[in-house]
Nanobody, 123 residues
Framework: QVQLVESGGGLVQAGDSLRLSCAAS????????MGWFRRAPGKDREFVAA????????FYGDSVKGRFTISRGNAVNTVYLRMNSLKPEDTAVYYC????????????????WGQGTQVTVSS
């Protein structure tokens, strides 16, 4: 099995920045993309960003383009999400995921998920 652990969430004000971290362990597919999703209260889980195993390609949801940056750590099993210019509508539980089940990485059909970390942005 694969375990994913997110960290770095918290309470910030609008306009602030945060960096989320995700560390994967276990039987990791080192060639699998890694991604971030979020779920706001009363809403479906939403694609935020993803990165290929090499780190060469990144993908973003429309609502975070230009503000969020996904990157791989030096360890292949680590991924970060740098979030700048945070808005109250970014408030959500943020989840790390790996091993997408389909080629459409924008859906939440990924195999392994973390427990999530709460991000709250006050206005």
């Amino acid at each position: 099995q694969v375990q994913l652990v997110e960290s770095g969430g918290g309470l910030v004000q609008a306009g602030d920045s945060l960096r989320l971290s995700c560390a994967a362990s276990g039987r990791i597919n080192s060639r699998s993309p890694m991604g971030w999703f979020r779920r706001a209260p009363g809403k479906d889980r939403e694609f935020v960003a993803a990165i290929t195993w090499s780190g060469e390609r990144t993908f973003y949801g429309d609502s975070v383009k230009g503000r969020f940056t996904i990157s791989r750590g030096n360890a292949v099993n680590t991924v970060y999400l740098r979030m700048n210019s945070l808005k109250p509508e970014d408030t959500a539980v943020y989840y790390c995921a790996t091993d997408p089940e389909t080629t459409n990485i924008y859906t939440d059909a990924w195999t392994f998920w973390g427990q999530g970390t709460q991000v709250t942005v006050s206005s």
